[in-house]
């Protein structure tokens, strides 16, 4: 208990990935389906970004003058986090415009019933 | 250093570009010849880096000139350079095939899109194969599932988007895992490059002993949902079934296997064979990988959709593979490794027939293909040449690499999975085989057909028939392909 306390970082985003991974999978909502994955992106970025910071030091960001190594968080969690967002926001867009395309060809976007109406 | 090794990256930005060229390109015939010469350049390129990784051995390309823990590395020996030549030669014949039928599946004004994204698949796809960087394999298993859904979506039918938009939440869930497989080896190792992990987990080994389970767990169940593992294979029959058949084939053939070559790569270069067999998780893919060759068999022979029907005899190869590499021993991953190759070879040629033979008789049902071999000869020789392949028959190359299976079974002591082997490949012979008796046997079959009547013209089979040869040239001198896919996995 104590560890998942000082490790509330991670505990919190293991949390959420967990929602958005149950999101993900019992909703029958498509635009519910796409928020849980949105959810456990996000998580996943959190838990990189607190594996970057580092207690007490500044963004890698220089302001007047250079402190050193030592005076700056981790920056490459946060560059890689940067591309996942791109990636995230990227695959979102389609699954949002394929959802779209469903209700024009279904009229619904619930997925138990596209699945009757589409069965085969 | 010598021009050779400049080659990866120049195949990946010739890909790249030309794909976001087409759609500028008015003239559909233009649009064709170009992709092609795209991918037949690319292939040119790919032999002379095999050639340069046999004179030479395995080298390093820094992207950028950034030197290795900073910078992002392609590394090239003979796994990465025969993959590379199998995935440019595989998508250059599906391509050139893809010039007669794909106006029948997909509307004028997409053509120009389909040839971008199959540009765009097949640059993802061996960059996931080059890069020595596993976030930088991330970024390309992202643009390949994305460029996936959409070739199957191209096609704009109401089945198609169902399927795409399955493909692509369970791909994208798989690389949500893969990522946070990633993130707790960066937590535990600071480095990013294989090779640098590497040299740190073999440190560290003993004090993350859970966290490396979790991680190599995590990209199991991702990777193994992006290329069709036996229990989270679902999006696969309804995705292969409703893609135009060219894009059946690029899927089948080698959108999966990028994943497991990657999977392979995790396994030898990230984790090393001694401490991912010290863990249970290639138990768990053994199992997962029997499991599949038989339920994908059963699958298959209840179907009445010969797209579908191949479509789960996919499933039921990727569980080969799977059950290849669980094995554990060096002999397994030989043997997935060339199942990768042989399986990738007949099932486009399988998939390529499939859309023929749909397109020519207006049926997808397996029950109204009788009397065909009579009025498709050459059509249902090269789909009888990939069943008894399928099947395992002996000068076919699935039989290769049904023998190899059988030896690395033998070596690991685990004699009781031949059964496995034996009943999945039977189970394939009685899919495949009543397509072929049907066809051409029985009195009422092949009553009032008339003998060539549905034929394509020969040049229209011509990728088909190279496929076809290529399954019977491999399946009958082999030895060479499987000494350098033994080179490969040891210089891994």
Redesign the interface.
Known sequence: MERLITNYYETASIIL?GIG?MT?LIHNN?IK??IG?NI??TS?FL??IA?GYISGKEAPIIKGAYKGVEGYINP??TA?ML??IV?AV??TA??LA??I??YD??GTIELNE?LEK?G? | MAVEANFPLLILLILLISAFMMPVIKNIRTVKLFSLSAMLLSLVLSVFTFKHVSRAGTFVYKVGHFAAPWGIELKIGYLESIMSIMFTFIAALIIWASFYSIEHEVKEKNIGLYYTLCGLLIASLLGIVYSNDIFNCFVFIEISSIAASGIVVVKDNKENIKAALKYLILSSLGSGLVLMGIAFLYSVTGNLNMDYIHQELVNVKDLYHNTLIISLGLFTVGLGVKSAMFPVHIWLPDAHTYAPSSSSAMLSALVLKAYIILFIKIVFRLYGIDIVNSMPVLDIVLVTGAAGMIYGSIMAILQKDLKRMIAYSSVAQIGYIFFGMGLGNFLGFVAAVFHIISHALTKSALFLIAGNIIHQTHSKEIGSLKGIGIEMPVTMGVFIAGALSMVGIPLFIGFNSKWNFALAIIDSNKILFIAVLVASSVLNAVYYLPIIINGFFGEENIKDKVFRSKEKPVQVLLPELILAFAIVYFGISSKGIIDLITKSIAGL
Request: charged content about 20%; glycine content about 6%.
């Open positions: 990935f991974f993900l498509l389906k796409i994955m456990m992106d996943i838990f990189f594996k490459v969690p890689l591309t996942g990636v990227s695959v389609f699954a394929l959802t395309k469903v060809k279904y596209i589409g085969d």
